[in-house]
C-alpha cells in the first residue's frame, strides 16, 4: 500500500476547494476550518507523505497503533489526536502519546487520563464525545445532561482542559437526518460556551469524507479525514 506525494496533493487541494466551497455556502470563512488527516490503519509512509504536503494535524483511533506509528514524531511539530474510544488502561500511553483525546465519554477515563499527564507535568485538551446518530453500537454520551455533569466534573481536573464537543454523524445516505445530528451538536456546544464562559471553549469536530460538508454548514471548525485524502483504507 502506497500513495504518492502528487496524488496526495491533489486529494488535499480538492478536499480543500469543497471545504471552501461549504463554508462559502454557510457564509463562513474556510480558515477557521481545521482538517485533521486520519491515518487509521494506513503505513506510516502515508503519514511522511500528508507531512510533506504540508499537514501537521493528525488523528488515530486506537493507542498502541498509534504508538508504534507517531511514538517517534511526539516533538516534530505533529498535533496528534485521538479519535476512537480510550480504555482506562490505555490512559497511561495516551498521556505520553497524544496532544488531545477527542474521545472523552466517561468521567473515569477522563481521571485517569489526568493523574498521568499529572504525573507527566502536563496539561492535556479533551473533546467530549455524544453520540448523536442514535445507533448503540457507537461510544459518546447520549444524554445531553450526562454530558453536562460530567463536563462541570473534569473542568475541576487540573491537568485537562475542555475545548469541545465531537461527534461521529449516523451511517446513513438521509442528508437531512445527518444534518439534524450535526445541528444538535452545535446547539450543545453553544450552550456550552454560554454555560461557562471562562472554558474558552473553541473546538467543534465534526465530519468525516462523506458528510464534513455539512458538517461545515452546520458549524464544525474540526473536520476528520480519511477517505477522501489517502484513498479507500479497504484496498
Ligand atoms: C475513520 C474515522 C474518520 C475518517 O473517516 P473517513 O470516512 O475515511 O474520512 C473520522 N473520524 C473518526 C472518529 C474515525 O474513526
Do not use: W
Given at each position: 500500500?502506497?500513495?504518492?506525494?502528487?496524488?496526495?496533493?491533489?486529494?488535499?487541494?480538492?478536499?480543500?476547494?469543497?471545504?471552501?466551497?461549504?463554508?462559502?455556502?454557510?457564509?463562513?470563512?474556510?480558515?477557521?476550518?481545521?482538517?485533521?488527516?486520519?491515518?487509521?490503519?494506513?503505513?506510516?509512509?502515508?503519514?511522511?507523505?500528508?507531512?510533506?504536503?504540508?499537514?501537521?494535524?493528525?488523528?488515530?483511533?486506537?493507542?498502541?497503533?498509534?504508538?508504534?506509528?507517531?511514538?517517534?514524531?511526539?516533538?516534530?511539530?505533529?498535533?496528534?489526536?485521538?479519535?476512537?474510544?480510550?480504555?482506562?488502561?490505555?490512559?497511561?500511553?495516551?498521556?505520553?502519546?497524544?496532544?488531545?483525546?477527542?474521545?472523552?465519554d466517561k468521567l473515569q477515563t477522563a481521571e485517569a487520563l489526568n493523574r498521568?499527564?499529572?504525573?507527566?507535568?502536563?496539561?492535556?485538551?479533551?473533546?467530549?464525545?455524544?453520540?448523536?446518530?442514535?445507533?448503540?453500537?457507537?461510544?459518546?454520551?447520549?444524554?445531553?445532561?450526562?454530558?453536562?455533569?460530567?463536563?462541570?466534573?473534569?473542568?475541576?481536573?487540573?491537568?485537562?482542559?475542555?475545548?469541545?464537543?465531537?461527534?461521529?454523524?449516523?451511517?446513513?445516505?438521509?442528508?437531512?437526518?445527518?444534518?439534524?445530528?450535526?445541528?444538535?451538536?452545535?446547539?450543545?456546544?453553544?450552550?456550552?460556551?454560554?454555560?461557562?464562559?471562562?472554558?474558552?471553549?473553541?473546538?467543534?469536530?465534526?465530519?468525516?469524507?462523506?458528510?464534513?460538508?455539512?458538517?461545515?454548514?452546520?458549524?464544525?471548525?474540526?473536520?476528520?479525514?480519511?477517505?477522501?485524502?489517502?484513498?479507500?483504507?479497504?484496498?
Open positions: 500500500m502506497n500513495i504518492n506525494l502528487e496524488v496526495f496533493t491533489d486529494n488535499l487541494r480538492s478536499a480543500r476547494k469543497r471545504m471552501a466551497e461549504a463554508a462559502r455556502q454557510a457564509g463562513r470563512d474556510a480558515e477557521d476550518i481545521r482538517l485533521l488527516a486520519v491515518t487509521k490503519t494506513l503505513p506510516s509512509s502515508y503519514i511522511d507523505v500528508a507531512r510533506a504536503a504540508g499537514l501537521t494535524l493528525f488523528g488515530e483511533n486506537r493507542v498502541q497503533e498509534a504508538q508504534s506509528k507517531y511514538q517517534s514524531l511526539v516533538s516534530s511539530g505533529i498535533e496528534l489526536h485521538l479519535i476512537g474510544h480510550l480504555q482506562r488502561n490505555k490512559a497511561k500511553i495516551a498521556a505520553s502519546l497524544f496532544h488531545c483525546v477527542q474521545s472523552i498521568y499527564c499529572s504525573e507527566l507535568g502536563r496539561k492535556m485538551d479533551i473533546l467530549l464525545e455524544f453520540n448523536t446518530s442514535e445507533e448503540d453500537t457507537k461510544f459518546g454520551f447520549v444524554e445531553e445532561k450526562r454530558l453536562e455533569e460530567t463536563c462541570e466534573k473534569i473542568t475541576k481536573l487540573d491537568h485537562l482542559c475542555v475545548r469541545g464537543l465531537m461527534t461521529i454523524g449516523p451511517f446513513t445516505t438521509d442528508r437531512d437526518r445527518i444534518r439534524r445530528a450535526f445541528a444538535r451538536l452545535q446547539k450543545m456546544y453553544q450552550g456550552l460556551q454560554d454555560r461557562y464562559p471562562e472554558l474558552s471553549l473553541d473546538t467543534l469536530s465534526m465530519g468525516m469524507s462523506s458528510d464534513f460538508e455539512v458538517a461545515i454548514e452546520e458549524g464544525a471548525n474540526l473536520i476528520r479525514l480519511g477517505t477522501v485524502l489517502f484513498g479507500s483504507r479497504h484496498g
